[in-house]
């Protein structure tokens, strides 16, 4: 007896479990970024509808504190790295939650967002017109 037949006969007697296969779960293209300040984590999250609506905060799962949306985009810091987070939340209260910022409407660059806290002053001064009203 071959081995594909000694499989097929195991698998028809249900002694070979197989691994059942993977459904995709229908939602959304893409997940959004959930920040804490205070525990300074960030969190991915799925919703099933479309992304205009998903809220802009909910509950961080670690600490219960509040979690602000800051979008596909954002790259959370290291833990560790407390002038990162600074700059972080200096952004988001002036309300830069690191959506993309076009200049030009007939093309696809963006301007990047600031790598230090001085230049995220200046950059919330030049860019003021694209910030977002939202309140920590």
């Known amino acids: 007896m071959n081995k594909q037949l000694r499989m097929a006969l195991r698998r028809d007697a249900e002694l070979r479990n197989l691994p059942k296969p993977q459904v995709k779960v229908l939602g959304a293209e893409y997940a959004m970024s959930f920040v804490c300040f205070t525990c300074k984590t ?4 799925h919703f099933d509808e479309s992304p ?7 509950e961080c799962p670690v600490c219960k504190d509040l979690t602000f949306n800051l979008g596909r985009y954002f790259k959370p810091p290291k833990k560790s790295d407390s002038a990162q987070w600074n700059k972080v939340k200096f952004l988001v209260e002036h309300g830069f939650l690191f959506q993309k910022i076009r200049i030009d409407s007939n093309t696809h660059e963006s301007v990047p967002y600031p790598k230090t806290l001085a230049d995220a002053k200046e950059f919330v001064v030049k860019y003021k017109k694209w910030a977002r009203g939202i309140t920590l």
Do not use: G, H, L
Not at 42 to 45: A, Q
Not at 52 to 58: Q, V
């Open 42 to 45: 960030s969190n991915m999250r």
């Open 52 to 58: 205009c609506d998903y809220p802009d905060t909910m």
